[in-house]
């Protein structure tokens, strides 16, 4: 079965729309903020910084506004992992190496030792060269997830030295939180959403004994139109919201890459139960609203455990402040002096 051009079409797809993103991290800065009351958090929930932050979890799509080789090379892929090319590959989940390059290395010997199967590369449309690929979203998570940690030390750091002449740095490490949590959000959302776990995000592809529906349009109506329609947005999220789940409570703070992976296996698990609503009508109805608040709740709740995780990660010792202003001192340049 040949899959040409598939990851260009799931390159230009979002999961969620704008509106679905920016809910889904405002109930989960919510409930980060309940559980942290660090003073040095408190600016999060103060001012105009809720709606800043929960806008920078759009900013992963906005990346794609240009068409631009380099950029869409290294960011589309990073919004989905197609499972069932990777069981073609003779691969899992469970079995991806977790660092990127390694996994791209993996898919290369994975093919020489698979060549009839996978992706082909079409050179025509795929100019960003991603056809190749199933996706880096458990990649991009982690990544992402060590951004947030290394941004809160630093800022925490800032907070702890207290020294007026920080305060311009103490700023700009705030704007680099906001912006990690932002956008560790996107992509933790991209991952509850089912249709970016699967080669089936745009309609069912290949054999299809049940009939389910190969319209493209399916994607967006799960991003947009059935948030819309049956109104799942904070209220729904924050209603559904569940903040003791044990499988949440022992996140391993410094490599969370077995719940990244659990949290996508979640999500696919219901990737056939979307296309059985659609054929079914359900998806308008009572058993399509619930499935959807599953799904965007889970990602808020996903994304709380990060963040709960990430700032016990963050905690600076003695040695990191001295080692912060060993190498980061703010003696006068000679020009400065002058």
Known sequence: MSFVGLSVVAGSSLAWDAPGHRAITAVAMEQFRAKVTDASLAWTGEGNWPVVIADQATVPDRWRNVRMPSLAHVNNPDHYIDVEDLTELGLSLRSIEPLRHEFAIQLAMAR????????????ARDTAKTDMYPGFLPQAISEQYARLVSN???????????????V??????????????GVLSHFVADAAQPLHT?????????????G???????????????????????????????????????INESNPWSAVLTHIERSHAAMED?????????????????????????????????????????????????????????QATKSDAK
């Open 198 to 210: 699967t080669r089936h995000h745009h309609g069912w592809v290949g054999e299809n004994p049940s």
């Open 168 to 181: 311009p740095q103490l700023e700009n490490a705030r704007l680099n939180v906001a912006w990690s949590l």
């Open 112 to 123: 020489q030792a698979h060549p009839s199967v996978g992706r082909q590369s079409n050179p």
């Open 274 to 330: 979307i296309y059985k609503l659609e054929k079914s009508g359900d998806l308008w109805k009572e058993p399509g609203k619930a499935l959807i608040i599953q799904r965007v709740t889970d990602a808020a709740e996903m994304l709380a455990a990060l963040y709960n995780a990430a700032w016990e990660a963050s905690t600076p010792s003695e040695d990191d402040l001295k080692t912060f202003v060993k190498y980061d001192s703010l």
């Open 212 to 250: 389910y529906t190969t319209r493209r349009e399916i994607h967006a109506e799960i991003d947009a139109t059935v948030l819309e329609k049956h109104d799942i947005y904070d209220a729904a999220i924050r209603a559904g919201f569940k903040g003791d789940r044990p499988d949440l409570a022992d």
């Open 152 to 166: 809160l030390k630093t800022m925490r750091t800032l907070a702890k030295l207290n020294e007026p002449a920080r």
